[in-house]
C-alpha cells in the first residue's frame, strides 16, 4: 500500500510532537529547549525519509527552525562558516571537470582492463581503481556519479535485463567502488572530515593526514576485498550475456575516448597538487581543506577552462546545502550540551567493558543511529560526546571515531545515506537484490573490528 502525501505529512508531524513530549532530559546535562531541538530533527529526517520536500530545502528550513525557536541565528547558521560546504563545493567542481573530461571513465576503464576479460576480474579491476579514485576526490557523491556513469554504460553494452541480479550486481559494483574505499584516507568523504575534526576539536591535538592513513588503511583494504564478495554475491548464478566479449567492449570503449586529452592532464594535475595539500598540511602552514578549496577553483580559470559552471547544477548546490543542513544538527546539538546527556546515557554501557567491547558498542550505536539521522548529522552530534567518554575510559577518541564511522557505513534503506538512493535512480538495480548482501557485511564488519582492528590498534599503541 503506497501512502498519499497528506498522510506522509502527518505521519511527519505525529512523531515530532511524541518526541517532544516523550523525551526527558535533565536540565542539568542539557538545554531545556533539547527536546524542540530533536522533534525539529527528527520531523526533517522523517520529512527526508518520504521525500516530501528537496533534501536541501528541507534542510535550510530545518536550520531557519532552529534560529526561530532554538538557538541563535548565528548558531543555527555557523556550518556555512566552517570547511564542509567549501570542501564539498570544490569537490564538486573536480568531479564536473573529471566527467568533462573523460579523466574518471579513463582511470577506472584502465584499471578494469589491468585484469582482464571475465566479469570477476572485471569487478575486481572497477573496485581497484576506487582506490586510486578516492586518493583525487574527497566528494562521496562525486565520485558515486563518475562510477555510475561506468556502471550504466556497462549494463547497456552488455544488454543486460535491468531488472535482473547482473544489472544489479553491476551498478552495485561501480556504487562499492566509489564508497567502500572511503574510510581509507581521512579525506575520502567528507564524513571522515568532519568526525575527526570534531574528536580533535575534544582533545585539541589534530593528527597528521598519514596517521588515519595507517591506522584505517589496512582495514579498509579487508573491507574492499568483502565488498568485492558482495558484488559476486549479488550476482549469484545469473548468466552475463557476451561475458567472453567483455574486454572488447571495454576496449572499445576506452578507444572512443582517444589518446589522453590535455585537460585530462590539467585535472591529473590539479588533483594531485589538492592530495599535497592534505599531506603537507603542517610544512604548508594552513589547513589541508581550505589549500584544496582554493586550489579547484583554479578550475575555472581562463587558460584551465575545466569548468564553465553550465554543467554545474542546482543538483549540486543542494547537496552543499543538505549536507551543511546535517552538520549544523551537530553544531546545535553541542550548543545545547546534548553531547553531555548522550555521554551520561552511553557511559554506563561502556564502563568495565574492555577495549573490545567498547569498538563493538560504538559500532552498533553508528549502525542503529544511522535509522534516525543522516551519516552527517550522526557525525556532528556523536563523535565529540565519543571522544569525551574516550578520554574517561583510557581510550584514544580517535579509535572510538573510527568504530562510529564503520557503523555508520552500514544501512539497507535507501532513505538512510544519500547516495545509496542516487543509485536507485538508474532503474537498473532491484532493491531485494542488494539487501542480503549489505546484512552480511552488518555481521562481517564487526567481527573484522573484533579480530582484526582491535589487535592492530593495539599494535599501534591506541589500545592498552
Known amino acids: 500500500m503506497t501512502l498519499s502525501r497528506s498522510v506522509k505529512w502527518i505521519i511527519a508531524v505525529v512523531i515530532a510532537l511524541l518526541v517532544y513530549w516523550g523525551i526527558d532530559v535533565p536540565t542539568d546535562l542539557a538545554d531545556p529547549k533539547t527536546p524542540l531541538f530533536l522533534a525539529i530533527t527528527v520531523g526533517t529526517v522523517v520529512v527526508w525519509a518520504f521525500e516530501l520536500m528537496p533534501a536541501a530545502a528541507a534542510g535550510v528550513g530545518m536550520l531557519f527552525l532552529y534560529a526561530l525557536f532554538v538557538v541563535p541565528p548565528k548558531v543555527a547558521f555557523a556550518t556555512f562558516n566552517t570547511f564542509l560546504p567549501w570542501i564539498t563545493f570544490s ?5 564536473d571537470a573529471m566527467l568533462n573530461s573523460g579523466l574518471g571513465k579513463r582511470i577506472a576503464l584502465r584499471s578494469m582492463l589491468l585484469l582482464g576479460s571475465s566479469y570477476s576480474k572485471t569487478m575486481i579491476g572497477l573496485m581497484l581503481s576506487g582506490f586510486v579514485v578516492v586518493l583525487l576526490v574527497p566528494a562521496l557523491l562525486a565520485r558515486v556519479v563518475i562510477y555510475m556513469a561506468i556502471a550504466q554504460g556497462l549494463v547497456a553494452a552488455l544488454d543486460v535485463d535491468p531488472k535482473s541480479r547482473t544489472s544489479s550486481s553491476l551498478i552495485f559494483g561501480g556504487f562499492l567502488a566509489a564508497v567502500a574505499p572511503s574510510l581509507f584516507i581521512l579525506t575520502g568523504s567528507e564524513i571522515n572530515l568532519m568526525g575527526m575534526y570534531s574528536t580533535w576539536d575534544v582533545t585539541g591535538e589534530p593528527k597528521p593526514w598519514t596517521d588515519f592513513l ?23 548464478k545469473d548468466p552475463l550475456p557476451g561475458e567472453n566479449n567483455l574486454e572488447n567492449i571495454l576496449r572499445v570503449r576506452l578507444a572512443e575516448m582517444g589518446n589522453i586529452k590535455p585537460s585530462e592532464i590539467k585535472v ?24 584544496y578549496s582554493l586550489i579547484m577553483l583554479l578550475a575555472f580559470l581562463p587558460g584551465v577552462d575545466l569548468c564553465d559552471g553550465k554543467s554545474f547544477s542546482k543538483l549540486n ?16 546539538a553541542g550548543a545545547l550540551h546534548v553531547d553531555k546527556w548522550l555521554s551520561d546515557l552511553m557511559l554506563p554501557l561502556l564502563q568495565g567493558q574492555g577495549n573490545t567491547m567498547a569498538v563493538l ?6 549502525l542503529l543511529i544511522n535509522f534516525l539521522l543522516t551519516p552527517m548529522a550522526a557525525t556532528g552530534s556523536m563523535c565529540g560526546p565519543l571522544a569525551q567518554l574516550a578520554l574517561q575510559l583510557g581510550i584514544d577518541p580517535q579509535v572510538l571515531t573510527y568504530s562510529f564511522l564503520y557503523g555508520l557505513e552500514q544501512y539497507v534503506l535507501p532513505y538512510e545515506i544519500g547516495v545509496f538512493m542516487y543509485i536507485f535512480v538508474t532503474g537498473a538495480i532491484t532493491h531485494k537484490h542488494v539487501v542480503p548482501a549489505l546484512a552480511l557485511r552488518m555481521v562481517f564488519v564487526p567481527i573484522m573490528l573484533a579480530v582484526v582492528a582491535v589487535p592492530y590498534w593495539t599494535f599501534l599503541g591506541l589500545l592498552k
Request: charged share 5%; glycine share 10%; with cysteine.
Open 361 to 366: 558498542i560504538t559500532y552498533l550505536s553508528g
Open 214 to 236: 595507517v591506522q584505517m588503511g589496512p582495514l579498509n583494504v579487508l573491507y574492499m576485498a568483502f565488498s568485492t564478495f558482495m558484488i559476486f554475491m549479488i550476482r549469484g
Open 268 to 291: 591529473l594535475v590539479l588533483l594531485v597538487v589538492g592530495l599535497l595539500a592534505f599531506i603537507f598540511e603542517k610544512q604548508i602552514g594552513y589547513p589541508g581543506t581550505m589549500v
Open 91 to 95: 569537490s564538486l567542481i573536480i568531479a
Open 317 to 332: 548546490l543542494s547537496f552543499v546545502f543538505f549536507l551543511a543542513s546535517c552538520q549544523a544538527i551537530g553544531m546545535v
